[in-house]
């Protein structure tokens, strides 16, 4: 069986760096995780290592794509170059391990004319999509300054993965302080505020009608689809006030795509074949922060009521999104 894993995670030292010099009021604490046991030698490896692991988990494929988070705290000319030089070095892995890597694609987003650029050259490199997050300082991803983007990623058959980023400085003193700082840490971040957040990123851009503008853009949403799959009753009632073509679930069945990020739980598989479509589903191991090996992807693989639909899951839907060879 072919297995396609697409959200596995990478990292640039450089950028790393960059991220650790900000002032305090435009600094990410997530980076902290890169450096917990071995993440960060394996984050840093994208070559014969990364291929071992893979081989260990019985992975094929993986799509890489840089760490949290990304370019997105950066000043412009900082988030241009380092986006460019990360392209070209995911490209270069590409490129030495053609059978087993693909990448995504990392965007200057506080210069969304740059943002456009870098998406169409990545897209010329070879990139296969790009990963971004739901607010670039201030600036929410549906801000209309981003609806070139938008476009370009839906003409270009670009996807647009919303990965989850930590909350803002106001968010996080509001709902996630008064407890030891590792553990706020942690309820601002995997436990909780996460999800939410890439969950009201990808529910702005519904409610902002971008998919009605757009209709051939596609999403990709990590976790199970970040808590979006399981209130769907609620969120279709802001269909109607927010003057929208149709349900919010009708978008989230047609343009988005769910991925597993290593949790590998049947439950939550169950919900979501029973809310969205088999051809939605991707697999992903969340690499190397969650590390499911063979025997746990192999017995939660056995959970798919068929084997079509595992097909589905493990390399045809990927296969078809991000327009991947099939042998």
């Known amino acids: 069986m072919t297995v396609i894993a697409i ?4 990292n640039l030292p450089e950028l790393t760096d960059a991220v650790r010099a900000l002032p305090a009021d435009r600094a990410d604490a997530s980076i902290a995780f890169d450096e917990m046991g071995d993440n960060l030698d394996r984050l840093n490896d994208i070559a014969d290592a990364r291929v ?3 081989d260990a988990q019985g992975v094929d494929l ?28 995911a490209a270069e892995a590409v490129h030495r391990h053609p059978t087993r890597f693909r990448a995504f694609s990392t965007l200057p987003m506080a210069d969304p004319h740059a943002a456009v650029a870098e998406l169409e050259r990545s897209a010329a490199l070879g990139l296969v999509g790009t990963m971004v997050y739901g607010r ?9 300054r981003y609806d070139e983007l938008f476009a370009a990623a839906a003409a270009l058959g670009q996807p647009v993965f ?22 706020s840490l942690g309820l601002a971040t995997f436990g909780w505020g996460w999800h939410l957040e890439a969950a009201t990123a990808a529910l702005r851009l519904i409610v902002r009608g971008t998919l009605d503008r757009h209709p051939d853009l596609q999403l990709v949403l990590g976790h199970w689809g970040e808590l979006l799959l399981f209130w769907q009753d609620r969120t279709d009632s802001l269909s109607r006030v927010a003057g929208l073509d149709r349900k919010v679930s ?36 969340d690499y190397p922060f969650q590390r499911p090996t063979r ?10 009521p068929s084997q079509q639909d ?9 296969q078809a999104l991000f327009h991947l060879p099939t042998a």
Do not use: C
Request: no cysteine; proline share 7%.
């Open 7 to 10: 959200e596995e995670h990478w």
């Open 52 to 54: 071992a692991a893979m």
């Open 62 to 89: 993986q799509i890489l794509s840089l760490a949290p988070p990304g370019t997105h705290p950066l000043d412009t000319d900082d988030a241009i170059a380092l986006s460019r030089r990360a392209n070209d070095l």
């Open 136 to 144: 670039t300082g201030d600036v929410a991803l549906d801000d209309p």
């Open 162 to 183: 919303i990965h989850p980023q930590i909350p803002s400085s106001a968010i996080r003193d509001a709902a996630y302080s008064g407890f030891d700082p590792i553990t």
């Open 250 to 285: 009708e978008y989230v069945r047609s343009n988005v795509h769910i991925t597993s990020s290593g949790m590998l739980n049947p439950t939550l598989l169950r919900h979501a074949l029973e809310v969205t479509t088999p051809d939605r589903l991707l697999f992903s191991t």
């Open 295 to 304: 025997d746990d992807i192999t017995g939660f693989l056995a959970e798919f």
């Open 310 to 318: 595992r097909d589905k899951f493990t390399h045809g839907n990927a």
